[in-house]
C-alpha cells in the first residue's frame, strides 16, 4: 500500500510560482509512474501532467511549457513547479501513483493510489 501526501499549495498571484511537492511512503517509489491531476468544484478531476519510470514526461496542452514535473527517487518524491499561474489553474491538486502499464495516463483509473489533495489559488 502506498501512502501520498502532497504539501506546497497555496496563494499565488496571477503570473506567479508554485511548487508542488508529493511525498511517498509505504511501497518501492521507483516501480510507480507518477502524475498530477486538479479538480475544482462541480467539475471532472483532469489530467496535468504525469512522469514515468523513466522521467518520460507528459502534460495537459494548457500547461505546456508552464508546469514542469520531476522525481527524485532517493527522497520517494515527485515535484510540479508551477510558473506564469493563471486563475485557471486555481484547483485543488492530487497526487496520484500507478504501477500499470499500457494505460491511458490521462485517465484516473490508470492509477492506483491517490493522495488527499492540495489547494492552489490563483488571485489577485
Known amino acids: 500500500q502506498v501512502q501520498l501526501l502532497e504539501s506546497g499549495g497555496g496563494l499565488a498571484q496571477p503570473g506567479g510560482s508554485l511548487r508542488l511537492s508529493c511525498a511517498a511512503s509505504?511501497?518501492?517509489?521507483?516501480?510507480?509512474?507518477m502524475g498530477w491531476f486538479r479538480q475544482v468544484p462541480g467539475k471532472e478531476r483532469e489530467f496535468v501532467s504525469r512522469?514515468?519510470?523513466?522521467?518520460?514526461?507528459y502534460y495537459k496542452d494548457s500547461v505546456k511549457g508552464r508546469f514542469t514535473i520531476s522525481r527524485d527517487n532517493a527522497k520517494n518524491t515527485v515535484f510540479l513547479q508551477m510558473n506564469s499561474l493563471n486563475e485557471e489553474d486555481t484547483a485543488v491538486y492530487y497526487c496520484?501513483?500507478?504501477?500499470?502499464?499500457?494505460?491511458?495516463?490521462?485517465?484516473?483509473?490508470?492509477?492506483?493510489?491517490w493522495g488527499q489533495g492540495t489547494q492552489v489559488t490563483v488571485s489577485s
Open positions: 496520484a501513483a500507478s504501477q500499470r502499464t499500457l494505460v491511458d495516463w490521462r485517465l484516473r483509473s490508470s492509477y492506483n493510489y
Open positions: 509505504g511501497g518501492t517509489f521507483s516501480s510507480y509512474s
Open positions: 512522469i514515468s519510470r523513466n522521467s518520460d514526461t
